[in-house]
């Protein structure tokens, strides 16, 4: 009987610590809408398979150890015949962020790492080096082509921190135009 109590106990406390928090954006058509945010009060998830999955597709395994910090979420609608950008704007320069966004149907509420398929997975993350054609990359963080075209989606945003980083805050610009 005692041990049955402690389990139960135990699996009490793993329920309570392992739901993560979301935060509801609301987008303006034509507007950028600003949110602020600290991963200290995101989740780190143990599982980033889903991430590389084919049916996700989100960034490729070699890339993981950039989203091993805690995992911060927002969710909105993105309306059809509309275009989203994201943009993570660490408060410290130094602190290195990665952001990634998932577009599903609008009554789904899928959220990695229990996301069996997504319709697009974009994401963004300190590069190793620079490129060729492209200005430097500075401490920002911006994820674009998320669509919707004939129908709305429901757009999930993950904010979260590489190499394990677990506090820092950030602002995220959600911006929007309608086609």
Not at 1 to 30: D, F, G, R, S
Not at 47 to 56: C, G, I, K, Y
Not at 77 to 99: L, R, Y
Request: hydrophobic fraction near 40%; aromatic fraction near 8%.
């Amino acid at each position: 009987m005692k041990t049955l109590l402690i389990i139960a106990l135990m699996l009490c406390t793993y329920m309570l610590q392992a739901q993560p928090k979301v935060y509801a954006i609301e987008p303006v058509p034509n507007e950028e809408v600003a949110y602020s945010g600290d991963l200290s009060e995101g989740i780190v998830l143990d599982d980033l398979s889903w991430a590389w999955s084919s049916s996700n597709a989100c960034f490729p395994e070699t890339q993981k150890s950039k989203f091993t910090g805690k995992h911060l979420f927002f969710t909105g609608i993105i309306p059809k015949f509309s275009e989203m950008e994201v943009t993570v704007i660490p408060k410290d320069p130094t602190a290195n962020f990665s952001v990634y966004a998932y577009e599903i149907g609008v009554n789904s509420n899928d959220l990695v790492p229990n996301l069996p398929r997504c319709i697009r997975c974009e994401a963004d993350h300190k590069q190793e080096r620079n490129f060729s054609g492209k200005a430097p990359q500075d401490h920002t963080r911006k994820v674009t082509n998320l669509v919707a075209i004939n129908n709305p989606y429901r757009v999930v945003i993950g904010v979260t921190g590489a190499d394990g980083l677990s506090e820092g805050e950030f602002t995220l610009v959600v911006s929007m135009k309608s086609r």
